[in-house]
């Protein structure tokens, strides 16, 4: 069992950075980051192996975001520069991809609860 927990949403202006953080208790494998805006479905934003060599990014958000993880602390991170108001979202953490594609959500074990992002303009 793997329990994550994210944070360091908040409200930022467009062109601002943001770090979001994911604690992590238990074993954790491959592991990504997805956002779900209000009225859409979760999409993919980036994910790390499990030895952090290979990432995978969104087209939407390669060359502004970065996904990184400390293992010797079991956490996750995403680092968000450049950002714009169509990045506003809940930013979820997910964990143990153990099936399908890295970029979709069914593939996950588990999942956090999910921080707040909001871009003003």
């Known amino acids: 069992q793997v329990q994550l927990v994210e944070s360091g949403g908040g409200l930022v202006q467009a062109g601002g950075s943001l770090r979001l953080s994911c604690a992590a208790s238990?074993?954790?494998?491959?592991m990504g980051w997805f956002r779900q805006a209000p009225g859409k479905e979760r999409e993919f934003v980036a994910a790390?192996?499990?030895?952090?060599?290979?990432?995978y990014y969104a087209n939407s958000v390669k060359g502004r975001f970065t996904i990184s993880r400390d293992n010797a602390k079991n956490t996750l991170y995403l680092q968000m520069n450049s950002l714009k108001p169509e990045d506003t979202a809940v930013y979820y953490c997910?964990?143990?991809?153990?099936?399908?594609?890295?970029?979709?959500?069914?593939?996950?074990?588990?999942w956090g609860q999910g921080t707040q992002v909001t871009v003003s303009s």
């Open positions: 997910a964990s143990n991809q153990y099936s399908g594609s890295v970029y979709s959500p069914s593939g996950y074990a588990y």
């Open positions: 790390i192996s499990m030895s952090g060599v290979s990432t």
């Open positions: 238990g074993r954790t494998l491959t």
